[in-house]
């Protein structure tokens, strides 16, 4: 009985745990990957089609992306252009004699100049409103995008830290008597610690860079919005002041202003780009997750797919069921051997059986409710054990009489490796939750479902209001300059439409 050795703990479901987090590459290098192609001008590779996947790490991903913003930015161009070539105009004009004067209009025309002015005005405050809210919005919606996902990659840093817990627990019970097992056990734990510095890495980096990303995005609308609003309403000022200088001042600083707004536009119409392709690649995921083609993030390479994960898991209750079951045959072998040395066999013999709370083959699912009522629990197991173990200088009769059956000397590699077991069960639902990635699914799952249609939302709103908002500064200029001319040399009464002496010539 010195030779008792049931308490094995198999060692391939640590083997195939190693194979998981040794496939698992540096997170800091992990990138979204969609597997939709895009036809976009790249203009690093001489505007020639992009025709590669959704990639965060691909600089001509980025530039193919920002590069659909490019009617703002040809049209804030041509403004400037246009700018210039007017203002160059007027210089030469000026240095050659000046301009002739403008004939004399009716009252009317004064008056529908100033009704139009009032009216695009009015639509610029309202699009510059419509703008704040939906740049407050897209803000908030992306900050919560980004918490979740990256409270998520935090949740598995926590799920492999508590893994580790176990695992180390594990290797102290084991190291006096399994030191093969105890050293592949360190293995694990050390190469599971690289990982929760690469995750925590990656987290604190990229929390940094989205942070800083959505808080520059917010602060130019914001800035671009407020300059604008103090703009309108000085230019509703000097409209009734007839202040005529004034309107000069207000054209080139509307002038600026609108070469902005198309900036903006096209730099929103690419977050509003970028956006979609996101949430695109989330969505597929939530379909395809179990896709042999399906690559969102290289983090769940080796996870992602259902079965891999399933075969990983089931590997693992097959481990602790193999043991069980040999445990529970071995105890009631030496029960039956201590308490009837000289049968070959009694079917009346009957012994409590430990708990196994995993289900038999194929899949060994994890089912603590199924065990027997009677059953002994594993955590039951130490004492039970201490009352059942027979001391080496006590007789084996007294040992028989008061059913203490188990050998001493096997007592404490049984116990290092019950109290194993018992760890390796209590760490079971964190590895499932790591083999399944399940954290990153059910943030990806919560982002595709319930996130992503207010977030582009936001954003699509967010672009369509800095776009009408463009056209209209755009007219609200053209009209500053006609109005700049319809004054030009005219007295006006204090808050009147009309001059005070319409026969006047400019």
């Known amino acids: 009985m010195s030779n008792f050795k049931p308490f094995r703990l198999p060692l391939i479901s640590l083997l195939l745990f190693t194979s998981v987090v040794t496939q698992n590459s540096s997170v800091s290098a992990s990138p979204f990957v969609h597997n939709r192609r895009f036809n976009r001008p790249d203009p690093l590779h001489h505007l020639r089609l992009y025709k590669g996947g959704y990639d965060i790490r691909n600089k001509h991903y980025w530039a193919s992306a920002a590069f659909t913003g490019v009617h703002g930015y040809a049209m804030a161009g041509i403004w400037v252009m246009f700018g210039l070539g007017f203002g160059s105009y007027l210089m030469v004009k000026g240095f050659n004699g000046g301009f002739h004067p403008f004939l004399d209009h009716p009252s009317s025309y004064f008056l529908a100049c100033f009704a139009l002015i009032a009216i695009f005005i009015l639509i610029a405050i309202v699009f510059s409103s419509l703008i704040l809210v939906a740049n407050q919005s897209s803000l908030h919606k992306s900050k919560t995008l980004m918490d979740t996902i990256f409270g998520a990659a935090s949740n598995m840093q926590q799920t492999i830290e508590a893994v580790m817990r176990g695992f180390s627990k594990i290797r102290a019970l084991l190291q006096p008597y399994d030191r093969q097992t105890s050293d592949l056990l360190n293995q694990i734990t050390n190469q599971m610690r690289k990982e929760t510095i690469s995750i925590q890495s990656f987290v604190e980096e990229a929390r940094q860079a989205s942070n800083r990303a959505m808080k520059a995005v917010y602060t130019a609308n914001l800035v671009f919005v407020t300059a604008n609003l103090v703009v309108l309403v000085t230019g509703c000022v000097i409209l009734f002041l007839h202040w005529h200088p004034g309107f000069t001042i ?3 600083i509307c002038w600026i202003l609108t070469t902005v707004s198309w900036i903006l536009t096209g730099f929103d119409f690419f977050l509003h780009v970028f956006a979609g392709d996101t949430c695109a ?4 995921f939530e379909q395809n997750q179990n896709s042999k083609n399906n690559g969102i993030m290289s983090i769940l390479s080796s996870c992602s797919n259902l079965s891999t994960s399933d075969k990983f898991m089931a590997q693992i209750g097959y481990t602790v ?3 069980i079951a040999e ?13 009837h040395p000289n049968d070959q066999s009694d079917d009346s013999f009957m012994i409590q059986k430990i708990c196994d709370p995993f289900s038999g083959p194929p899949n060994y699912t994890y089912a603590p409710g199924n065990c027997q009522q009677d059953a002994i629990q594993i955590h ?11 001391e080496k200088n006590t007789p084996s009769d007294i040992c028989k009489a008061e059913g203490r059956f188990f050998p001493e000397s096997a007592y404490g590699k049984t116990m290092a490796y019950i109290q194993s077991v018992e760890n390796l069960i ?6 499932q939750n790591l083999a399944g990635c399940t954290p990153v699914k059910r943030a990806i799952a919560d982002v595709a479902l319930h996130q992503c249609k207010p977030f582009r939302a936001s954003i699509k709103l967010l672009w369509a209001s800095i776009l009408t908002l463009s056209i209209d500064l755009m007219i609200l200029t053209l009209f500053w300059i006609i109005k700049a001319y319809q004054e030009k040399g005219r007295h006006f009464s204090l808050c009147s439409t009309v001059p005070r002496n319409p026969q006047q010539n400019l």
């Open 380 to 390: 039951d197991l130490p004492s039970i054990l201490s009352t059942l173990t027979c």
């Open 281 to 284: 690649a989330f969505e597929d």
């Open 327 to 339: 445990s529970n045959s071995e105890i009631t072998s030496l029960a039956f051997k201590m308490i």
């Open 321 to 323: 069921h193999k043991y």
């Open 250 to 252: 207000l054209t080139v």
């Open 426 to 431: 209590a760490t079971y639902p964190d590895l």
